[in-house]
C-alpha cells in the first residue's frame, strides 16, 4: 500500500499544469473591427461584425456574427475561447455569445479563423453601443 502511495504522488508532482488566465476589454462599436489584442503568443485581430436576416433565420429575427483571427506563433497548442456581450448606451445587455477556434484549440504555429453568431431581433446591433470581450484560456 505504501508503494501505491509514493508512485501517485510522484506522478502528481510530475504533471504540469498550464496557466489559465482571463482578460476583458470594453470596445466602442465603432472601433470593435480595428480591435487587435496580444497576449503572450497570441494576436487576436481582423474582427468583423454584421447582422443580417440569413434564409435559416426563424422570422422575426436576425443573426448577427462575429468574425476575427487568431494567430499563435507558440510552439504548443493552446486551449483558449472568447466570450462577446452587447451593451446599449445605458449598459444594458442586448446579446452575449461564446466563440472558440474548432474544439477550443489553437494549434501551434497556426493562423485560424474563429467565428459565432446568435440570434437576435432586427436592429440590435443598431442599437449596440459598446462590445466587452472576454479572453479566456492558456497563457
Do not use: Y
Not at 435559416?56 to 429575427?61: E, Q
Not at 477550443?104 to 446591433?125: Q, R
Request: hydrophobic share 45%.
Amino acid at each position: 500500500m505504501r508503494i501505491k502511495i509514493t508512485v501517485l504522488l510522484l506522478i502528481m508532482a510530475t504533471v504540469v499544469v498550464p496557466t489559465v488566465c482571463a482578460e476583458s476589454e470594453e470596445i466602442s462599436v465603432g472601433s470593435f473591427e480595428e480591435t487587435v489584442h496580444k497576449r503572450g503568443t497570441v494576436t487576436f485581430n481582423n474582427f468583423i461584425i454584421h447582422e443580417d436576416d440569413g434564409w435559416m433565420t426563424p422570422r422575426g429575427w436576425n443573426n448577427l456574427k462575429i468574425k476575427l483571427s487568431a494567430k499563435n506563433t507558440a510552439a504548443d497548442a493552446l486551449s483558449l475561447g472568447l466570450q462577446f456581450v452587447g451593451k446599449d448606451k445605458s449598459g444594458k445587455i442586448l446579446w452575449a455569445m461564446s466563440a472558440a477556434p474548432m474544439m477550443g484549440i489553437l494549434s501551434d504555429k497556426s493562423l485560424e479563423d474563429i467565428s459565432a453568431s446568435v440570434l437576435v431581433k432586427p436592429g440590435t446591433l443598431e442599437r449596440t453601443d459598446t462590445i466587452v470581450v472576454i479572453f479566456a484560456g492558456e497563457s
